[in-house]
Structures are given as structure tokens and as C-alpha cells.
């Protein structure tokens, strides 16, 4: 459901990727191209002047574009957002109220159904009614007991649906309010965290569900 649904709310193929490019790896691809350039400086040269390397100067810079490259992450929790944005709680609300609607109208014919049943077996045990009489509402209940069935069907296909469309139009609404958003942050990139989800761990620094959660709700209230 809308509650740990997910449905990954916020570019799940980027968090994959992204937390897959860990510090480790950063600083091999960052010292295999210092490698690539003292080459081209020992067998290639620039003139008689040679290029002298700081090696903690050159480590530095390298902790330095990592820091950049991490610092341009932020992240939403995904959990907190689904359980506290209005927007996603009124969608919730009304989800339920017509599965407790279409719930109860299949129990109510189910209930009618098996008083029929119920009157059918009291009739032949008491032979109120004849052989032929019995073969027919046999027939009766049998088609009525299918169409039941379909019915249940066709409403789990309705919510199933309902559910589908809600999701969407959720996730628009987060997509579009975080472009705007991101405007001003500049964010490279903005995760979306679930436990159990892809990242398996977040740092609080990054951070911005509650000021995402505070905009967004605001945004809600003042809807026309």
C-alpha cells in the first residue's frame, strides 16, 4: 500500500548507481589518471622543464572532489514522507473508504447468497419443493455463486487500478515540486531512502525530508 509502497518514490536507478560509486573507487580512478599523466609527462615531456607532483598536494585535491561529489547528494525518506505528507494521507483515506465500500457490498451479496442456499436445502429436505424445481434453482444459485465471483474480481481490479493511478499522480506531484525545489539547492542528486531498500545506510546529514515534508504540506494547504 501507499504506507511502504512503493513503488520506489523518488529515481530508485539512481540511488542503485549512485551508492555504488563508494570513495574507495573514486580515489583508484582519480590516482589511475595521475598514473596516466606522470606516463605521458616521463616519456613524452613538456621541454627540458619537468612537472614535479606533490603527492599530498595531489591527495588532497582527490579528497577534495570527493567531498564535492558526496556533498552534491541529498535524500528523502521515503516512509516518513508517505505517512506524513497531507496529500498522500487524504489519497490513503479515500483509497480505504472504497475498499471498506466495495468490501462490504460483496459481503452483503455473500451473506444474501448463502440464506438462498440456506432455504434451498431447508425446501428439498422438506419436499416443499418438486425434483424439477430443485434442478432449476440449483442452476439458479450456481450462476449466482459465479457472478460473485466475477464481482470480487472485477472489484480487486478496481482498486488495484484505483491504487495504480493514486500512486502516479503522488509521484508527479513529489517530481514536480522537487524540480522546483532543487532551483535553488542545486542538488546533483535526490535519493529516495526506504529501509530495506537500496541504501543500506544514509547519513542525517543529507537529510531534507522535513523540509521537503514542511514545503510540500504547505504547498497542500494552500491548493485552491
Known amino acids: 500500500m501507499l504506507e511502504r509502497d512503493n513503488r520506489a518514490l523518488i529515481n530508485t536507478n539512481f540511488m542503485e548507481k549512485k551508492n555504488s560509486l563508494n570513495k574507495g573507487m573514486i580515489i583508484n580512478v582519480v590516482l589511475f589518471l595521475g598514473l596516466i599523466a606522470l606516463y605521458a609527462i616521463h616519456f613524452i615531456g613538456r621541454g627540458p622543464e619537468q612537472i614535479i607532483v606533490d603527492p599530498g598536494q595531489k591527495m588532497a585535491g582527490v579528497e577534495r572532489k570527493i567531498d564535492e561529489a558526496f556533498h552534491s547528494i541529498a535524500y528523502v525518506d521515503n516512509e516518513v514522507l508517505m505517512e506524513d505528507y497531507l496529500l498522500a494521507v487524504k489519497m490513503r483515506s479515500d483509497f480505504e473508504a472504497e475498499q471498506r465500500r466495495l468490501e462490504n457490498d460483496l459481503e452483503r451479496r455473500q451473506r444474501n447468497f448463502q440464506i438462498e442456499v440456506e432455504?434451498?436445502?431447508?425446501?428439498?429436505?422438506r419436499g416443499h419443493i418438486s425434483m424439477e424445481?430443485?434442478?432449476i434453482?440449483?442452476?439458479?444459485?450456481?450462476?449466482q455463486q459465479q457472478d460473485i465471483f466475477q464481482l470480487g474480481d472485477t472489484y480487486r481490479e478496481r482498486l488495484a487500478r484505483k491504487e495504480f493511478e493514486?500512486?502516479?499522480?503522488?509521484?508527479?506531484?513529489?517530481h514536480d515540486f522537487l524540480d522546483r525545489y532543487n532551483e535553488e539547492k542545486g542538488y546533483d542528486f535526490i535519493l529516495g531512502y526506504a529501509h530495506g531498500g537500496g541504501i543500506l545506510h544514509a547519513n542525517k546529514a543529507y537529510d531534507i525530508t522535513a523540509e521537503v515534508l514542511e514545503q510540500l504540506n504547505l504547498e497542500y494547504e494552500t491548493m485552491p
Open 119 to 125: 432455504r434451498f436445502q431447508r425446501d428439498i429436505q
Open 133 to 135: 424445481e430443485a434442478q
Open 137 to 143: 434453482l440449483e442452476q439458479e444459485l450456481m450462476l
Open 166 to 174: 493514486m500512486n502516479n499522480e503522488l509521484l508527479e506531484k513529489i
